[in-house]
């Protein structure tokens, strides 16, 4: 008995389709269609709202928060240099969290129903679709639900002067990456240094995927090993 293979229709809502695909979604989700045009996720038009979110919202959004976080530190007697290290700090780890989650969370392999829903939901879908300038950013709805265990995680591991300007320092890293992560798919950088991160981005979607998973620097790639083959040793294998 042959079965034959789930083929996805991208002219109907995809995120209750990807599921079907089982084995065979890691290779489907890591072949890239270049285009603005985003697909459709869902027909009902209340969740779809949900999906789409502009570039400019996360900073909008989030920077007033990340401006109250600072000040309340200040205001328990934290002096500019105090506040601006423990910013420095959150930033950091921001930086170490972002590597985290995108290479073990958003490149986690699936192949059940909805291990493939979730996961095109998470990320899949901004490698199926990487010039979807509606979906690169994170929707601030799901970040405001995220960030109540973070908080707790600094408060709990931190004294309560501190964690403000920590947690407000870690929510700027986020707010720089989203941002870069934008820029680096639409923008088109003049120096040498913007214009190489967008290199190693694109890099990234476009021929080796499983490394390069940083985004505002290689850092944590350079760290762990997951720095992607220079075109002189592709060239001389």
Known sequence: MVVQEFTVDLNKPLVFQVGHLGETYQD????????????????????????????????????????????????????????CLMILGGIFVWTLLEYTLHRFLFHIKTKSYWGNTIHYLLHGCHHKHPMD?????????????????????VKFMSTP?????????GLLGYVMYDVTHYYLHHGQPSK?????????????????????????????????????????????K
């Open 192 to 236: 040498e240094v913007p214009r190489n991160l967008k290199k190693y981005h694109l890099n990234h979607h476009f021929k080796v995927q499983n490394k390069g998973f940083g985004i505002t620097s290689s850092l944590w790639d350079r760290t762990f090993g997951t720095l992607p083959p220079s075109k002189a040793s592709q060239k001389s």
């Open 161 to 169: 002067s501190i964690a403000p300007a920590l947690f407000g320092g």
């Open 28 to 83: 489907w989700v890591h072949q890239p269609i270049v285009s603005k045009e985003g697909p459709r996720f869902f027909e009902s038009n209340f969740w779809e709202f949900f999906t789409r979110t502009v570039w400019w919202a996360v900073p909008l959004i989030w920077l007033p928060v990340v401006c109250w976080f600072i000040y309340t530190s200040f205001q328990m007697g934290h002096t500019l240099p105090q506040v």
């Open 133 to 153: 300038g509606l979906r690169l950013v994170f929707p601030p709805a799901a970040t405001a639900i995220l960030c109540v265990p973070f908080w707790n995680l």
